[in-house]
């Protein structure tokens, strides 16, 4: 088992930047993989990065160059730096994690089984 709590989301202009925080009760080395996705009103779920124990990462194309996804074990956090925020970046950004071999691409996140409740990001034109 394992619990996510996220931190860092909030409102800000296009162009902007942020930095999403997830703290978890596990060693992150424990985990297979861990990652971001996201949930707009009326969309589904979206990967939005992941990174596996080894520290391969993989983004969503429409975050790359963008955002960038990091990891403190000392401090047993996972980070998502987000950068030139988009109108089209709003949405209910969600930390999850994983102790299943899934592929190593940012589609999969939404179906790790660890996640936490999740942090607003609103980003205005």
């Known amino acids: 088992q394992a619990q996510l709590v996220e931190s860092g989301g909030g409102s800000v202009e296009a162009g902007g930047s942020l930095r999403l925080s997830c703290v978890t009760t596990r060693y992150l080395y424990s985990f297979s993989q861990m990652g971001w996705f996201r949930q707009a009103p009326g969309k589904e779920r979206e990967g939005v990065a992941v990174i596996a124990g080894g520290g391969r990462l993989n983004y969503a194309d429409s975050v790359k160059g963008r955002f960038t996804i990091s990891k403190d074990p000392a401090q047993k956090t996972l980070y998502l730096q987000m950068n030139s925020l988009e109108p089209e970046d709003t949405a209910r950004y969600y930390c999850?994690?994983?102790?299943?071999?899934?592929?190593?691409?940012?589609?999969?996140?939404?179906?790790?089984?660890?996640r936490g409740q999740g942090t607003q990001v609103t980003v205005s034109s």
């Open positions: 999850a994690a994983s102790d299943r071999n899934f592929n190593i691409v940012a589609e999969q996140a939404p179906s790790f089984e660890y």
